[in-house]
C-alpha cells in the first residue's frame, strides 16, 4: 500500500531502532534510498545491513539530531551519496521519566526539550531548505505521540515535547503548503519498541494498565507506525498536510 516513495530518497532518525528501523525496512522494500540517522552507532549500522541484505539502498550516518551541524551533514550525506532529499521520518526521540509534575527533574525536561522538540524543528529546518533549494517539494512526518494530543498524568515534560512537535508540524506545513512540502505527524499510541520495553521492565503496572486501556486491547507493532509515516510521505498522500493522525488502536476514541 505505501507505493509511491519509488526512486526517493529518505531520511530517518532514530533509524536504529523500534519504529525507526521498521521505517527504515519498509521505505527501501517500496524503493527508496535510506539515510539511517542515529546516534545509537551500533544500531543504525544494524539496520543499514538488515536493508542492504534485503536488496535495499541505505546508509547510516551518526548524528544527534539535537546539534544543528550533525544535523546539517546528515541532509548533506542524503545529497552526496542519494542525489537529493524527498522525504524525512523525524521519529528520534526519548522517554519522559515517569514523575509528578513537582516530582520531575529540571534534567530530564531538558533532554525532552532538547531532543523530542529542539530535535524535530532542526530537522525541518535543515530538510526544508534542501528541499526548497531542489524546487520540487517534498514530505515531511514527525513522530509526535498520544501525548502531543491529551495531557498524560506523570508524563508533563514528555507530553509538552510532543505537543511542540504537533504546533511545529502544523505551522511548517502552513508555512511551505505553496512550495509543495506536505508537513504530518504520527501519534503513536503504546508500541512494543525497546523504549516501551523500558517502561514495562521498569514498572509492569503501567504496562499492564496501558494495555488494558487500549480499545483494541494490545500493543501495536513498530510497522504499524512506520506504514503510517511511509504512507504520508508518499504520493498516495498528496492532499494531506499539518495533519497529526493517531495510529493509536483507537485510544484517541475513547
Ligand atoms: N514506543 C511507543 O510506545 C511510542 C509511543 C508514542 C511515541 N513514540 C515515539 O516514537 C519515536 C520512536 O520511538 P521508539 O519507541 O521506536 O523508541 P526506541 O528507543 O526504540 O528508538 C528511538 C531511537 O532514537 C534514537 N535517539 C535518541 N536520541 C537521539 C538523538 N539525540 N539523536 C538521534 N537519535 C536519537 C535512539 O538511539 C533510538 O535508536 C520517539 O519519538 C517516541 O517518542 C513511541
Avoid at 2 to 22: D, F, H, L
Avoid at 58 to 68: G, H, R
Avoid at 123 to 132: A, E, G
Avoid at 134 to 154: E, F, M, R
Wanted: charged content about 20%; hydrophobic content about 45%.
Amino acid at each position: 500500500m505505501s507505493g509511491s516513495v519509488e526512486g526517493k530518497v529518505a531520511v530517518v532518525t532514530g533509524g536504529g531502532s523500534g519504529i525507526g528501523r521498521a521505517a527504515c525496512e519498509i521505505f527501501a522494500r517500496e524503493g527508496a534510498s535510506v539515510v539511517v540517522a542515529d546516534i545509537d552507532v551500533a544500531g543504525g549500522e544494524e539496520t543499514a545491513d538488515l536493508v542492504t541484505k534485503a536488496g535495499g539502498k541505505a546508509i547510516f550516518v551518526n548524528c544527534d539530531v539535537s546539534q544543528a551541524e550533525q544535523v546539517e551533514a546528515m541532509v548533506k550525506a542524503a545529497v552526496v551519496n542519494f542525489g537529493g532529499l524527498h522525504c524525512a521520518f523525524n521519529n528520534a526521540g526519548v522517554e519522559g521519566e515517569y514523575a509528578r509534575l513537582a516530582d520531575a527533574t529540571e534534567e530530564n525536561f531538558l533532554l525532552n526539550y532538547r531532543v523530542n522538540m529542539l530535535g524535530v524543528w532542526l530537522c525541518m529546518k535543515y530538510q526544508i531548505r534542501q528541499m526548497l533549494e531542489q524546487g520540487k517539494g517534498g514530505a515531511i512526518v514527525n513522530t509526535a505521540s498520544d501525548a502531543g494530543l491529551i495531557g498524560v498524568k506523570n508524563l508533563g515534560q514528555y507530553s509538552a515535547a510532543k505537543h511542540a512537535v504537533i504546533g511545529l508540524t502544523k505551522s511548517a506545513a502552513l508555512d511551505y503548503a505553496t512550495k509543495q512540502i506536505r508537513v504530518n505527524a504520527v501519534c503513536p499510541g503504546p508500541i512494543r519498541t525497546p523504549m516501551l520495553m523500558r517502561v514495562f521492565e521498569e514498572s509492569p503496572k503501567i504496562g499492564e494498565a496501558m494495555i488494558a486501556a487500549q480499545p483494541v486491547k494490545r500493543l501495536g507493532e513498530p510497522s504499524e507506525i512506520a506504514d503510517a509515516a511511509v504512507y504520508l510521505c508518499s504520493d498516495h498522500a498528496s492532499y494531506i498536510t499539518g495533519h497529526a493522525l493517531p495510529v493509536d488502536g483507537g485510544y484517541m476514541a475513547t
